[in-house]
DNA sequence: GTTTAAAGGAGAAAAATTATCTATAATCTT
DNA sequence: AAGATTATAGATAATTTTTCTCCTTTAAAC
């Protein structure tokens, strides 16, 4: 029994195939659309339902097996969840990247600003990537 | 000739009666859903088409006259395009704040770290609201 | 191996968004 | 101000996206 299937159980998820499938896409592509993420599943599992895809991303949502990045422009893309971190998006390739940068001083000015609980901050940078400079 | 039609003419933008009123209900409300917006809209106009809405928003993104600001878990909202600025969003009560903080530093400490040329940044903080805890 | 509860696939259905067509209204031209 | 020109509104169809239903298959538990 593999990593990927344990970690799904932990979630009250059934290790399925085609669910193994979707977490490796996920692991090896990091960020991906529905659209994306159908068209390499389909090439594994040519009888694969789009129905199939919607009911998982939205299971594993669910159970914040995975997260939904929203992006400015372009459809969102999922990625296995981990440590809370930031996007950048290049607008010329649409490459999407994991950056780690440091919210806490940002967030506290604007907790006491508003006097408001945050426990959440969804940072997306957009621009142009070095390749596409 | 008030100032909407001056505005809207400046982008390209005929002033009719319909757009003068979605510009009105953004400038009121603030930020606005889709839904939302035709909610109030058919209520000026008994037989505003959904698809009225729809063209609107889009013509007036392409010409950024307004923004789409996109909300995790929930559906995007439209405003009139101002200076570049940060949201709260409350996930008890659904209400969408501006607030304006001072991003210089994140953007910079990301664009050298990883070679990349910032133009845009969007965040969203998500919690919960004073008149909420 | 048998049981059972969950998941997959096919396709229908629903929801969201866009396109087409024609009458009308806004702006331009005189 | 009147007429010509062009863009827009509204009705509706079409398309796209997402969800649901129903039945079969399969994973997990025993
Ligand atoms: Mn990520
Ligand atoms: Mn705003
Ligand atoms: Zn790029
Ligand atoms: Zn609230």
Redesign the pocket.
């Known amino acids: 029994m593999n990593n990927y299937?344990q970690m799904l159980?932990n979630h009250n998820?059934?290790?399925?195939?085609?669910?193994l499938a979707i977490v490796d896409m996920l692991y090896m592509h990091g960020h991906m659309s529905?659209d994306a993420l159908y068209e390499v599943m389909i090439k594994r599992?040519s009888?694969?339902?789009?129905?199939?895809i919607?009911?998982?991303i939205?299971l594993m949502l669910e159970n914040t097996f995975i997260q939904e990045v929203k992006l400015p422009n372009f459809k969102s893309v999922y990625e296995l969840t981990k440590e809370s971190h930031s996007h950048t998006m290049c607008e010329k390739c649409g490459k999407i990247n994991d950056i780690n940068l440091d919210l806490d001083a940002i967030v506290n000015t604007a907790s006491t600003l508003k006097n408001f609980e945050i426990t959440k901050a969804d940072l997306v940078l957009s621009g142009v990537c070095k390749n596409c400079v």
Chains 1, 2 share one sequence.
């Not at 998820?13 to 669910?19: D, I, V």
């Not at 009888?47 to 199939?52: D, R």
């Open positions: 299937t159980r998820l059934k290790a399925t195939p085609q669910r529905i599992f009888s694969i339902s789009l129905a199939t919607y009911k998982n939205n």
